[in-house]
């Protein structure tokens, strides 16, 4: 099993771009979760899908930010317009159904925006 | 609702000593416990869960963790550190019902190691 495959490993962006990142969840897991790290806030839950819905995405800080999971093997995040506080880590998660099961973590995208 | 406090933000301890972070919960419901560790740019780690069978956790490196109701805590514990444990340390709560019951993560506690 690969896990959980994000890419790019690290991005960097002039503001105002668009900045999109891409999440490849465990095969077989039905949830999907996405994080943004910093050392200031810690770690957020930003939005997170179950069977390819969202469910929760009230921890998307603002209308720049959007997340789509077209299909049971993909999920992206989507930031229009980028500013330098989005500068953060983010990272990409998933599980089965049963939360006992823990979530499996991908190694993050390192974004900079400048 | 759950919730998680790791108090403190930085624990130091020797080479081979005794390796002690602190956890405690707030759970309205029968909780799932976790600890995660995170290296540097890499990403979490599942370290040990407790999911309602053994109150005595092992994980993976020697950690073990205890869960104690009495105490609402979840202290993650590891007999002798070495110097790759130096990484940060979340402690992580979910309820054991409930539908989409997402993990509340702690604030994270970076651990040193001295030589």
């Known amino acids: 099993d690969a896990g959980v495959i994000q890419s790019p490993r690290h991005e960097v962006t002039e503001m105002g771009q668009e900045v999109t990142l891409r999440c490849k969840p465990i095969?077989?897991?039905?949830?999907l979760f996405w994080y943004r790290q910093t050392m200031m806030r810690g770690l957020e839950l930003l939005i997170y899908?179950?069977?390819?819905?969202?469910?929760?995405d009230s921890g998307m800080p603002e209308d720049r930010f959007s997340a789509k999971m077209p299909n049971a093997s993909f999920s992206t995040l989507k930031i229009q317009p980028s500013e330098p506080r989005d500068s953060a880590v983010y990272f990409c998660?998933?599980?089965?159904?049963?939360f006992g099961y823990g979530y499996t973590f991908g190694s993050g995208t390192r974004l900079t925006v400048v | 609702a759950q919730s998680v406090t790791q108090l403190g933000s930085h624990v130091s301890v020797s080479e081979g000593a005794l390796v002690l972070l602190r956890c405690n919960y707030s759970s309205s419901v029968p909780p799932y416990l976790f600890w995660y560790v995170q290296y540097p740019n890499q990403g979490l780690q599942l370290l040990l869960k407790?999911?309602?069978?053994?109150?005595l956790v092992k994980g993976i490196n020697g950690f073990e963790a205890e869960f104690k109701k009495s105490e609402t805590s979840f202290h993650l514990t590891k007999p002798s550190a070495h110097m790759s444990d130096a990484a940060e340390y979340f402690c992580?709560?979910?309820?054991?019902?409930?539908?989409?019951?997402?993990?509340?993560f702690g604030k994270g506690i970076t651990l040193s190691v001295r030589p």
């Open positions: 998660a998933s599980s089965i159904q049963g």
């Open positions: 992580a709560v979910t309820a054991r019902r409930g539908a989409n019951s997402k993990l509340t």
């Open positions: 095969s077989g897991h039905d949830y």
């Open positions: 899908f179950n069977n390819n819905v969202p469910i929760d």
């Open positions: 407790y999911t309602s069978a053994a109150t």
